[in-house]
């Protein structure tokens, strides 16, 4: 229970758990944290997170712990519908971060980028200024840094007071680092956001709005970026076991996979 909003309903594909919200509600649920002390882990779970977190137990374990997972990504609204637990829609993490960003600059929510390659979340800043207005941006940090140095930004986000946090360090090494230092940041939300900062800046583009409504941007994706090859080759094992997991009478309702 989060001031006063019920806990969200929970699906599972492939016993993973994932949040059936949709996006305002996800907004809504980060507005109602702000006005608490305590810090909170936003995970945003595609096809490919999922099928990390069922090989590897301590990824797993971050998912099962985060405060709200997402579901970004066409392949798990799909999965939903093949396991009779529909998500109201996808809430992809750009998506969710430009939001933020837009309720950010409407409340004065001070916040804190950190990721992407030198230059690119700054790049990305200047953007978003454009388009909603000057940002609450207390502090910018890229995501090239030596585990040595991460006392140094973790007081640096909180001497920012900085309430929102953007992590662009990749999957799972985004999620990790929350999951270890988020308690060290009392009264922050922290969000993985990938390679947002990439598109947000101007480097890549998203796939026009006709592919993104027909469950199409992952082909986009690949196309810009023929190295994504071998990580796509995980959507067909995903689909597989959807698919397989979709015929097993469920015992307990969860759709969990055990």
Request: with cysteine; charged share 20%.
């Amino acid at each position: 229970m989060t001031a006063g909003l019920p806990q969200p309903p929970r699906n599972y594909v492939l016993g993973i758990g994932i949040d059936a919200l949709t996006l305002t509600q996800a907004v809504r649920r980060a507005n109602a944290w702000l006005a608490e002390t305590g810090s909170r882990q936003v995970v945003t779970a595609n096809a490919e997170i999922v099928m990390r977190a069922r090989a590897d137990h301590r990824f797993g374990a971050v998912l099962a712990a985060a405060d709200l997972v997402l579901a970004d990504g066409a392949g798990i609204v799909w999965a939903g519908e093949q396991l009779g637990c529909r998500f109201p829609e996808r809430v992809a993490g750009i998506d969710y971060m430009t939001a933020l960003v837009a309720e950010a600059v409407a409340n004065g929510t001070p916040m804190y980028f950190l990721g992407g390659a030198p230059g690119v979340a700054a790049q990305a800043a200047k953007r978003l200024t454009a388009a909603y207005g000057e940002l609450p941006l207390v502090g910018v940090r890229d995501g090239f840094f030596a585990l040595s140095e991460t006392a140094e930004i973790l007081a640096d986000i909180r001497r920012s007071g900085a309430r929102l946090l953007f992590v662009g360090l990749g999957v799972p090494k985004q999620e990790y680092w929350l999951a270890e230092h988020l308690p060290e940041l009392p009264g922050v939300i922290g969000i993985g956001v990938g390679g947002s900062y990439d598109v947000l800046a101007g480097n890549l583009s998203r796939a026009p709005l006709w592919m993104q409504r027909n469950r199409l941007e992952w082909l986009y994706r690949l196309a810009l970026q023929p190295s994504r090859a071998g990580r796509m080759a995980v959507l067909p094992r995903f689909m597989w076991a959807v698919r397989r997991e979709a015929k097993r009478p469920k015992e307990d309702g969860t759709g969990a996979d055990s």
